[in-house]
Nanobody
Framework: QVQLVESGGGLVQAGDSLRLSCAAS????????MGWFRQAPGKEREFVAG????????DYADSVKGRFTISRDNAKNTMSLQMNSLKPEDTAVYYC??????????????????WGTGTLVTVST
């Protein structure tokens, strides 16, 4: 069982930056494809970014490309999401996701094996 704990959420203004982190309990963290999803009030959970086991492949939703950067540190069992130029429409609960089967995260929430509990990001105008 993989346990994921997010941190770093908060209230910021439009244009600000925020960095989210996800710590994993799994000793074989390097075998997990990792990613971030988010869910805004009244909306479906959606893919934000994904990173392969080695970190060599990253994927982003079109809405965050050029603003968000996903990274991972396999030695520390952590993954991060650097979010720049935040917009009010980025307001959501952000979830860390892990997949021990595939080498990279697929952008389909129903295919995700493990979820964190989420961290709230609120971007004000």
């Amino acid at each position: 069982q993989v346990q994921l704990v997010e941190s770093g959420g908060g209230l910021v203004q439009a244009g600000d930056s925020l960095r989210l982190s996800c710590a994993a309990s799994e000793r074989t963290f390097s075998y997990l494809a990792m990613g971030w999803f988010r869910q805004a009030p009244g909306k479906e959970r959606e893919f934000v970014a994904g990173i392969s086991r080695s970190g060599g492949r990253t994927d982003y939703a079109d809405s965050v490309k050029g603003r968000f950067t996903i990274s991972r540190d396999n030695a520390k069992n952590t993954m991060s999401l650097q979010m720049n130029s935040l917009k009010p429409e980025d307001t959501a609960v952000y979830y860390c996701a892990a997949d021990p089967i595939r080498s990279y995260i697929v952008a389909v929430p129903s295919e995700i094996n493990y979820w964190g509990t989420g961290t709230l990001v609120t971007v004000s105008t």
